[in-house]
């Protein structure tokens, strides 16, 4: 499978999107447990994804963490179950 999928679910109860990928960062939106998102890129550090969402304005983008050093990982990769 040489397409790499960037789809992601979230595996924690709830997760931030912030404007910048900095736990001090301003929250801009909120994705529940279950819900799957496209990562677009990743930061340096590989701890950050970039995530394009839409809101009532409009598209508007945002960070999100993917594993916390206490809680674990909050999003996990989605398997590509189609491809069997």
């Given at each position: 499978?040489?397409?790499?999928?960037?789809?992601?679910?979230?595996?924690?109860?709830?997760?931030?999107?912030?404007?910048?990928?900095?736990?001090?960062?301003?929250q801009?939106?909120?994705?529940?447990?279950?819900?799957?998102?496209?990562?677009?890129?990743?930061?340096?550090?590989?701890?950050?994804?970039?995530?394009?969402?839409k809101?009532?304005?409009?598209?508007?983008?945002g960070?999100?963490?993917?594993?916390?050093?206490?809680?674990?990982?909050?999003?996990?990769?989605?398997?590509?179950?189609?491809?069997?």
């Amino acid at each position: 499978n040489s397409k790499a999928s960037n789809l992601y679910e979230v595996c924690y109860s709830s997760v931030w999107i912030r404007r910048e990928p900095h736990v001090e960062a301003a929250q801009v939106s909120k994705r529940i447990k279950g819900q799957q998102l496209n990562i677009e890129e990743f930061d340096e550090s590989g701890e950050w994804g970039r995530v394009v969402f839409k809101t009532s304005e409009g598209m508007d983008e945002g960070w999100m963490l993917l594993t916390h050093p206490e809680l674990g990982a909050l999003l996990r990769p989605v398997e590509d179950a189609e491809s069997v």
